[in-house]
């Protein structure tokens, strides 16, 4: 079939379904002689070369999306990533991250790669990331996938989908769902490396440790006095950095389990989940 013979409707039907440009979907369907199943496998065949080109390239902006189930039962956050701030602020892309977050949400897979090997209108992510980048010109990935199950979940996106947070709560009643979503706030904002001191990874203890005794050296303290020095500063540090204990951002009277009682005395939260760009 010669070029003359591929009409406007069959180039713009190529395009709805597959997203490519239209002298992409164009060139497709001369290619493929005006086969439009083969024009769609040619033009994820260009998408998947394209894909493992920009491979090496940083992904760094993106779209956050975090969402709960009708029960508030469980969450999932997920980060679609992308190369430029252009590409991340566009309607189209953040509708595609959202769908692939409902994706998640519907189908609540394990990790990361099997979330991968999900479908979106028929086709695995994989192939669908990859008929992405060829459309967009970017290196797009499913970057981050976190979930959360717990009696209730709150969620927050932070402004421009820079940041999602999934916030877990002890107790299963929807009156706490607004202290769950101020939780999640906290956690966006002050960016807690652990819910309590006793879940700090020991490596980030022993290098705080290190650090405190470094800058107490330096100080002129004597050798004997520097662990008892690095270990008071090691409490200020779970107490800046770990979710529980952080002043809460909205009443600087209060920690956030301060917070959380004044709602019931036995409200806490037990984990949380924070997906962020760069």
Known sequence: MSEVNISASAVKDLRDQTGAGMMDCKKALVEAAGDFDKAIELLRLRGQKMSEKRADRDAKEGVVIAL??????????????????????????????????NIALNNYPATLEDLYKLTLNGVDLQTVMAEQVARIGEKIEIADYQTMEAPLVAS?????????????????????????????????????????????PQEIISKEIEIGKEIARQEGKSEDMLEKIALGKLNRFFKDNTLLNQIFVKDGKLSVAEYLKTKNPELTAIGFKHIKLG
């Open 156 to 200: 927050y996106i932070h402004m421009g989908n820079k940041a999602g947070v999934l916030v877990g709560l002890n107790l299963a009643d929807d009156k706490y769902t607004e202290a769950g979503r101020d939780v999640a706030m906290q956690v966006a904002a002050m960016k807690p490396v652990a819910l309590d001191k006793d879940d700090v």
């Open 68 to 101: 709960v189930s009708e029960d508030a039962k469980r969450g999932i956050v997920v980060r679609v990533s992308c190369e430029t701030d252009f590409v991340s602020k566009n309607e189209d892309f953040v509708s595609f991250t959202k769908e692939i977050a």
